[in-house]
């Protein structure tokens, strides 16, 4: 089971900019502590404030649990998570899972516009080359593409690849991977259709845009 963050950290994020994620306090010790578990990042640029993530911003906006020491290799319990596609234990689609993707897919554009040197939103952050397969999924699932259920064949499944900056994407309705396609690329994503050798079926390597 993941840990929350401890008490004290939890009042470094309650106490974040609500429009922004800059955070206004806490120690270098506890600012450090959040980045490594994925809550927050460190600007690149000067005077290098530190911002929540998007799992960040979910965790301040989550009911507070009860206080655990940190454990820096293990992601925030009630961090948001997009689905991925053929995974056990996922949440169902709702109206409140609709409003948790949402959420999460604007305050990734924040972090696009806050981290990105010119500012832009139309392509990829370091936060999504960090990680690719939450990044992926976030999008698909914000625009509305169904994840595969663990024991259906239909919906979308995203994985990792030996390939560096790349991930899969298999949805075997050929106009639902199509649409995906799409979607990445609107994304930010560059995106290429290729055939499995063995099984024919057709699938998506996308890649993060850097320009």
């Given amino acids: 089971m993941t840990r ?4 004290a950290q939890r009042r470094v994020i309650d106490a974040a900019d609500p429009e922004t ?5 806490g120690t270098q010790a506890q600012l450090a502590a959040l980045v490594k578990r994925g809550l927050a990042f460190r600007h690149p640029r000067p005077p290098h ?8 911003h979910r965790i301040r906006e989550s009911e507070p649990t009860a206080p655990a020491e940190p454990t820096v290799d293990e992601p925030a319990r009630g961090a948001f998570a997009a689905r991925i596609g053929g ?9 409140a899972r609709l409003r948790e993707v949402r959420g999460a897919w604007q305050g ?6 806050m981290t990105n040197p010119d500012g832009a939103t139309d392509r990829p952050c370091g936060w999504e080359r960090q990680h690719l ?29 030996p390939q560096p900056e790349a991930v899969a ?3 075997p309705d050929g106009a639902r991977l199509r649409a995906c396609a ?30």
Avoid at 21 to 25: K, M, W, Y
Avoid at 87 to 95: E, L, V
Avoid at 108 to 113: K, N, P, Q, S
């Fill in 4 to 7: 929350p963050p401890t008490a």
């Fill in 21 to 25: 994620g800059r955070l206004q306090g």
């Fill in 49 to 56: 404030d530190h911002f929540l993530t998007p799992a960040g």
């Fill in 87 to 95: 995974a056990d234990g996922a949440p169902q689609s709702s109206p």
């Fill in 108 to 113: 990734l554009l924040e972090l696009r516009r």
């Fill in 133 to 161: 397969v939450q990044a992926a999924a976030l999008a698909l699932e914000a625009a509305g593409h169904p994840p595969a259920e663990p024991d259906a064949e239909e919906g979308y499944r995203v994985r990792a690849t």
């Fill in 169 to 171: 994407v298999r949805e």
């Fill in 182 to 211: 799409a979607t990445l690329e609107e994304a930010g994503w560059q995106v290429g259709e290729y055939t499995e050798p063995r099984t024919r079926a057709r699938y998506l390597l996308a890649s993060p845009r850097r320009a």
